[in-house]
């Protein structure tokens, strides 16, 4: 059952990432613009000059603004690796169940051996 749910919300999540593929590479295209006018703001000697660059980057940042459901993609393709992270470890897993009891007496060397190799 496990593993059902996993692919079920592994291709909720992929969806979710197709979809929302728009607004992450505008909202990459514009994070790095901005990053290009800030560069070109501090290259600048005039004041003129200087104002055009934060004219512009004021618009990217409204195109920036205008594509915040990349936000969305971006948790979906982190929920999309932590989901595969996930399925790959569950292949390495044993299905052996061991008994704990819980008189701490009769456990005490396991779980001092448990403690040290936590070191």
Do not use: C
Not at 23 to 51: A, H, M, R
């Amino acid at each position: 059952m496990k593993k059902f749910m996993l692919f079920i919300g592994g291709l909720v999540a992929l969806l979710i990432l197709l979809s929302m593929l728009g607004p992450i590479i505008l909202l990459g295209v514009s994070v790095w613009l901005l990053y290009v006018i800030f560069k070109q703001f501090i290259k600048s000697d005039s004041t003129v000059g200087k104002i055009g660059w934060v004219i512009a980057g004021l618009v990217v940042i409204s195109i920036g603004l205008s594509n915040i459901y990349a936000v969305i993609g971006v948790a979906a393709a982190v929920a999309l690796y932590l989901i595969i992270k996930n399925w790959k470890s569950d292949k390495h897993e044993s299905h052996e169940q061991t008994v704990v009891e819980d008189d701490p007496f009769k456990n005490f060397e396991r779980q001092w051996a448990e403690l040290n190799n936590l070191k």
